[in-house]
């Protein structure tokens, strides 16, 4: 399976910003050809990264979208919209979109769905809580999030990614040890129909990066604050097992 190395921004870097980012990126990594490099500006910057990278090493991806192609749907955007922009990825079910802003799995589902059939490639997050691990119900937790985001599509899996996130470890500073991480990836491996790409995040950074690679459950990582600085985003990015 593909080595794929993600870098979510978040709601950070404003166009300028952004444009500046891929650009320093791009040098950084221009001559990378083992793995997949995706980046996933803000929506405001998607248009301005993209004319970078058109034709480079670096995939473009968006952070969210709607089930729906287009309506009345204010604040939200279109799968479609995001394909003409140059998009090819999208994150589905990030932990702070399940439990910041409370979509719960139905919606989820149907985002999935949609990105299947317009031709996204979703990255599909799942995760416990640091009480949910605490009182031992990890697997329980992501068996049910995989059972109902994957409902109806579960023979679909291998068009998407996967990636596990423990929200204890999400911008906290924490990271699972890679051999727990490695755990729960051969578990959701275990679930799954067909075989597909999982990937780990959780406070992914230069210093962990090739401990966590070393383990071969996992197939890449899905970076959130060391991919905003380009040169700890081109360390992550060529990491040595």
């Keep these: 399976m593909e080595t794929i190395i993600a870098g979510n921004w978040k709601m950070n870097m404003d166009p300028g910003e952004s444009r500046t980012l891929v650009q320093e990126l791009l040098q950084a990594v221009g001559a990378v050809k083992d793995r997949t490099i995706i980046v ?20 473009l991806g968006a952070q969210n979208m709607h089930w729906e192609r287009s309506g009345a749907f204010t604040g939200e955007v279109s799968g479609l919209f995001l394909k003409q922009l140059g998009c090819e990825y999208v994150i589905i079910g990030h932990s702070e979109r399940r439990h910041v ?12 769905k ?18 949910e691990r605490e009182s031992g119900r990890t697997e329980e937790v992501i068996t049910r999030q995989l059972d109902l985001g994957l409902k109806g599509i579960e023979s679909e899996v291998h068009k998407m990614i996967i990636a596990y996130e423990p929200v204890w470890a999400i911008g906290t500073g924490k990271t699972a040890t890679p051999d727990m991480a490695a755990q729960v990836h051969g578990f959701i491996r275990s679930q799954l129909t067909k075989p597909a790409t999982i990937l780990y995040g959780g406070s992914v ?3 962990n990066i090739d401990a966590i690679m070393k383990e071969e459950e996992i197939q ?15 360390r992550i990015v060529k990491f040595t097992k």
């Design 40 to 59: 996933f500006p803000a929506f405001t910057s998607l248009p301005h990264v993209a004319e970078i990278v058109h034709n480079s090493v670096i995939k």
């Design 114 to 131: 949609t990105a299947l059939d317009i031709g996204l490639i979703s990255i599909f997050c799942v995760g416990e809580t640091q009480d």
């Design 205 to 207: 950074k230069p210093e």
């Design 101 to 112: 802003l409370k979509e719960p799995d139905d919606w989820l589902n149907r985002k999935l």
């Design 220 to 234: 890449g990582v899905l970076v959130g604050g060391a991919s905003l600085k380009p040169d700890t985003f081109a």
